[in-house]
């Protein structure tokens, strides 16, 4: 299959595109700027192109099968009002940019996965997420909805569109780990306000043997949770990193503070999601990495 990705030279996108050339598939990497592209490797080629703006870019859409849509600007910041008009216009106008260039009505169809996110839920405290529960109200969950349906408009030209909402993604050199651990190893690690918040994860190799199993089942489509089986609580989350890096795990970061720094965003890191990988399950997906302990340990736990 021949895919284009945005968002490709980013953490998740590096993983994916080396495991999708493993498998095979041959990768175009939309990039600003073919100064700073890295030497292709056999079956990776890139592409100058800004996908928020309309150009010859989008030409090259049709000479491919599918397009995994990656592309968007990074939450993990104080949201100004400025950062959250970048948040919204990075994943929206994209996903709009890419649907006008995909062909209409191909036969085998063709397929647009299309990233999105649990914050898609919005902020429900206990109750168990799948991909049939509603929408939330906050920021981040309607910047999400937009987000999708701009992405299902693709459905009018006959194209399978799958909306892969990723939990918080762990892995090696980069996402969410790459914040905390040397917090962990200056001993100043812990839970996060009340620790009791859902942490929705999933292993960086899962998310990637995911895709995998995505474009060998064509017969799924629409929302597809990409988080691990067994969501954790903030503070078991802690607990674990702890254990794995051999560092205390009880400095508790208040929730003022997290609020002062962060701002809006920090409800977003005090509040989270249970959400469960429904869809994947019942279609016989089998994660390498349900547990979080094994998660980290195949990580973090080699390093240290």
Same mark, same amino acid.
């Not at 890295?38 to 599918?66: F, M, N, R």
């Not at 009002?81 to 890419?98: G, L, M, P, Y």
């Given at each position: 299959?021949?895919?284009l990705?945005?968002?490709?030279?980013?953490?998740v996108?590096?993983?994916?595109?080396?495991?999708?050339?493993?498998?095979?598939?041959?990768?175009? !990497?939309?990039?600003?700027?073919?100064?700073?592209?890295?030497? &292709?490797? #056999?079956?990776?080629?890139y592409? %100058?192109?800004?996908?928020?703006?309309?150009?010859?870019?989008?030409?090259?859409?049709?000479?491919?099968?599918a397009?995994?849509n990656?592309?968007?600007a990074?939450?993990?910041?104080?949201?100004?009002?400025?950062?959250?008009?970048?948040?919204?216009?990075?994943?929206?106008?994209?996903?709009q940019? !890419?649907? %006008?260039?995909? #062909?209409?009505?191909?036969d085998?169809?063709?397929?647009?996965?299309?990233?999105s &996110?649990?914050?898609y839920?919005?902020?429900?405290?206990?109750?168990?997420?799948?991909?049939?529960?509603?929408?939330?109200?906050?920021f981040?969950?309607?910047?999400a909805?937009?987000?999708? %349906?701009?992405?299902?408009?693709?459905?009018?030209?006959?194209?399978?569109?799958?909306?892969?909402?990723?939990g918080?993604?762990?892995?090696?050199?980069?996402?969410?780990?790459?914040?905390? *651990?040397?917090?962990?190893?200056?001993?100043?690690?812990?839970p996060?306000?009340s620790?009791?918040?859902?942490?929705?994860?999933?292993?960086?190799k899962?998310?990637?043997?995911?895709? !995998?199993?995505?474009?060998?089942?064509?017969?799924?489509?629409g #929302?597809?949770?990409?988080? &691990? #089986?067994?969501?954790?609580?903030?503070?078991?989350?802690?607990?674990?990193?702890?254990?794995?890096?051999?560092?205390?795990?009880?400095?508790?970061?208040?929730?003022?503070?997290?609020?002062?720094?962060?701002?809006?965003?920090?409800s977003?890191?005090?509040?989270?999601?249970?959400? *469960?990988?429904k869809?994947?399950?019942e279609?016989?997906?089998?994660?390498?990495?349900?547990?979080?302990?094994?998660?980290?340990?195949?990580i973090?736990?080699s390093? !240290?």
């Amino acid at each position: 299959m021949k895919i284009l990705m945005t968002g490709g030279t980013g953490f998740v996108g590096t993983q994916l595109f080396n495991r999708l050339s493993q498998d095979g598939h041959e990768i175009t !990497i939309l990039t600003r700027s073919l100064k700073g592209a890295k030497k &292709a490797l #056999p079956g990776i080629s890139y592409l %100058e192109g800004d996908p928020t703006q309309k150009g010859p870019w989008q030409q090259s859409i049709k000479d491919h099968d599918a397009v995994i849509n990656l592309a968007g600007a990074s939450i993990f910041s104080k949201w100004t009002d400025e950062h959250k008009r970048a948040i919204r216009e990075s994943r929206v106008f994209t996903t709009q940019n !890419i649907v %006008e260039g995909i #062909p209409t009505h191909r036969d085998p169809p063709f397929t647009f996965f299309s990233t999105s &996110a649990v914050g898609y839920y919005g902020f429900r405290g206990d109750e168990e997420l799948s991909e049939e529960s509603p929408p939330g109200t906050d920021f981040l969950a309607r910047i999400a909805v937009e987000w999708e %349906e701009e992405a299902f408009k693709a459905s009018d030209k006959g194209v399978r569109v799958v909306i892969t909402r990723f939990g918080i993604v762990l892995g090696e050199k980069g996402g969410a780990l790459g914040q905390m *651990i040397p917090l962990f190893k200056k001993y100043i690690g812990g839970p996060i306000g009340s620790g009791k918040q859902w942490f929705s994860w999933v292993h960086i190799k899962d998310l990637t043997e995911a895709f !995998i199993f995505l474009i060998k089942h064509p017969e799924i489509s629409g #929302p597809v949770n990409l988080c &691990a #089986p067994n969501p954790v609580r903030n503070r078991d989350l802690a607990r674990a990193l702890g254990e794995v890096l051999h560092r205390p795990s009880f400095m508790p970061a208040p929730g003022f503070m997290i609020k002062l720094v962060l701002g809006e965003f920090g409800s977003v890191i005090l509040e989270g999601q249970r959400v *469960i990988p429904k869809k994947l399950m019942e279609k016989g997906f089998v994660f390498s990495y349900p547990d979080i302990r094994q998660a980290l340990q195949s990580i973090v736990g080699s390093s !240290i």
